[in-house]
C-alpha cells in the first residue's frame, strides 16, 4: 500500500483523535464490574461441632465435589452453623480459622510414642498404641490402686492416672468416656464436654 | 464474564454522558454497624476475613502490643487497632475495627483514572474490580479513611469488599457472622441506624454522655458505622478521622480540572475543523511543475 506524507498525516492525526476521545471517557464502556463468584454454591456442607473449648460452638464445613465417586473430597472453608443454638452461626479466631487446622502440617494425624529417654517421636500403629496404654494402666492400677480408706471405707479409688478426653462429642460417646474411667475407678476425668 | 447485575449506581472515570448500568437501583441500602462498646477485640472478624476471602497474611512479629498485622495491607483487609487512653486517672481501652467504610460518596471511586476498576452498588458497596485496576494508587490518595493499600506482586489495590459475593446471594459478611459477642451488625442501613440510636441511649445511661453514631456526613455517610462511648472525639479511636473529607485537590482534579482540560481538547478539535471548512487545507505549492515549466 502507497501512502503519501499528507495521508500518513491524515492517519496519525485521526488515530490521536479516536484515542483521545476514547482516554476522556466518550467510549461506550462494557460494564465488566461483576462480583465475585459465590464459592460455596455446590460445595458439600457438613455439620460438626467445634473442636477447641467446652462451648462447643457449631460449624458448617464445606468441601470441594459434590460427592461424585471419583473425587477425593477436601475441606476449603469452615464458618459457623446459624442454626445452633449454643453459636448461632458464631465463631471465635480460633473457630474462625479452623480451616487452616485441618490441613496444618503440624496436626497429629496417628499414635506417636516418645520412649523413655529418647528424643525422637516415633510412629506407631493404633493396635499398638491401645495395648500400650492398656499395659500401662493394668501395671499402674494393680499397683496403687486404693481398696478402702484410713477408716477401713470401700472407696475403689484409682488415684495415680487422670483421664483427659478431648473434642466435643455427643452425650452417647461421653457417656462411654466416663463409664470408661469410673470403671477403673479413675477420679481425675476431664472432658472438653466437661462431663 | 460479565454477570448483568446492572446496579452500579457508580463506576470510576466513566462519563456521566453515558453512565453503568443502573436500571436495577430499588434496592435497600446495607450497612454494617460496629458498636466499639461491646467489642472485646478477639479478631474472630479478622480472621474470618482471611479465610471467606482466601488471603493468609504472612506470619509477623510482635511488636509489643496486640495489633497484628500493625496496618492494614493488600491481604488484611480488615485490622483490629487498639489504643489505651488514660483520663482522670482511669484506664480505657478502646478497640476499634479498622476496614472500608464504604462511603456514599467514594473519595476512592472519585480519584481513579480508570474506566470501571471501582464501582459502587445500589445497595451501598463500593467494589474494587481488578481486571479494570490500573495500580496507580490514585484511591489510596482518595481515601479519607486510608484504607486501600497496592500489593506490589500485582500492581493492583485491595480492600474490604464487605463481602459483596455474600451479600450478592442473600448472606452477611463473613466478619458479621462470626462476631461472638454481637459487636458487628448487618441490615439494612435504616435499620442499623435504629439499632445504633437504642445503644447510644444505653450507654449515655451509662455514664458516656459524648456516645454516638458515626456516619460522616463529609463522604454522604458510610455503609460502615460505628457506635462510640466518645463520639465527640474519634480520633482517640487509632485516629478515626473527626471530619473526613475527600482531599481538596482530589475535588479541583476531577471536578474542575478534567472538565475544563476535556473541554479544552474539545475546543481545539472544534477550532481545527472550523478552519478547515472555513479556510480549507493548505495547499503545497507545486513545487515539480514549476521545476518542469
Known sequence: MQVTRRQFFKICSGGMAGTTLATLGFAPG????????????????????????????????????????????????????????????????????????????????????????????????????LDRIARHIKNDRDANFVERNASGVTVNRYNTTGLFACTATSNEAGYLTLKLARSLGMVSVDHVARI | MTLQSQDYLERSATNALRPPPQARDAQLEVAKLI???????????????????????????????????????????????????????????LIRKDGCMHCSEPGCLKACPSPGAIVKHANGIVDFVSENCIGCGYCIAGCPFDVPRLNEKDKRVYKCTLCVDRVSVGQEPACVKTCPTGAIRFGTKEDMKKLAEDRVEELKSRGFQNAGLYDPEGVGGTHVMYVLHHADRPELYSGLPKDPKISPLVGFWKGIFKPLVAAGFAATFAAAALHYMAVGPVKPEDHEEEEKA
Not at chain 1, 70 to 95: M, Q, T, W, Y
Not at chain 2, 50 to 55: I, Y
Not at chain 2, 67 to 78: C, G, V
Open chain 1, 30 to 129: 462494557a460494564a465488566l464490574a461483576d462480583v465475585r463468584a459465590y464459592k460455596l454454591l455446590r460445595a458439600r456442607e457438613t455439620r460438626n461441632t467445634c473442636p477447641y473449648c467446652s462451648v462447643g460452638c457449631g460449624l458448617l464445613m464445606y468441601s470441594r465435589s459434590d460427592g461424585a465417586g471419583n473425587v477425593k473430597e477436601s475441606i476449603f472453608h469452615i464458618e459457623g452453623d446459624p442454626d445452633h443454638p449454643v453459636s448461632r452461626g458464631a465463631l471465635c479466631p480460633k473457630g474462625a480459622g479452623l480451616v487452616d487446622f485441618v490441613h496444618s502440617q503440624d496436626r497429629l494425624r496417628y499414635p506417636e510414642v516418645r520412649e523413655a529417654g529418647s528424643k525422637e517421636w516415633k510412629r506407631i500403629s493404633w493396635e499398638e498404641a
Open chain 2, 35 to 93: 458498636d466499639v462498646s461491646i467489642c472485646i477485640g478477639c479478631k474472630a472478624c479478622q480472621v474470618a476475613c482471611s479465610g471467606w476471602n482466601d488471603t493468609r497474611e504472612e506470619v509477623g512479629f510482635n511488636h509489643g502490643k496486640l495489633d497484628n498485622p500493625l496496618n492494614l495491607t493488600p491481604k488484611t483487609w480488615t485490622v483490629m487497632r487498639y489504643n489505651e487512653i488514660e483520663e482522670n486517672g482511669k484506664l480505657q481501652w
